[in-house]
């Protein structure tokens, strides 16, 4: 499921830790609200980035989506 299908589902405060946090590594409680929100978190999903020692990242593309989302622009559909 792509981001902008759950990011509506997504609890408050994870939107705003992303939108707060925008680039940084996804905290596991972070993830785990996504998951329970619709997102399937695949490599081949455009809003998956790199998953590493220090967590899980978004795409660029992704977090380009999240600041505009932030910047209450409405980003164009992936």
Known sequence: MSIE????NLQPGSREWLIDNNGDAVP????????AAGGTVAKDA???GEVGPEGFYL????????????????????
């Not at 299908?5 to 509506?8: E, L, N, S, T």
């Open 5 to 8: 299908a759950w990011w509506p």
């Open 28 to 35: 596991v409680e972070v993830v785990d609200d996504i998951v």
């Open 46 to 48: 455009w809003w998956v």
């Open 59 to 78: 795409s660029d593309a992704a977090v380009d989506w999240v600041e505009e989302v932030a910047n209450g622009e409405t980003p164009d559909p992936q």
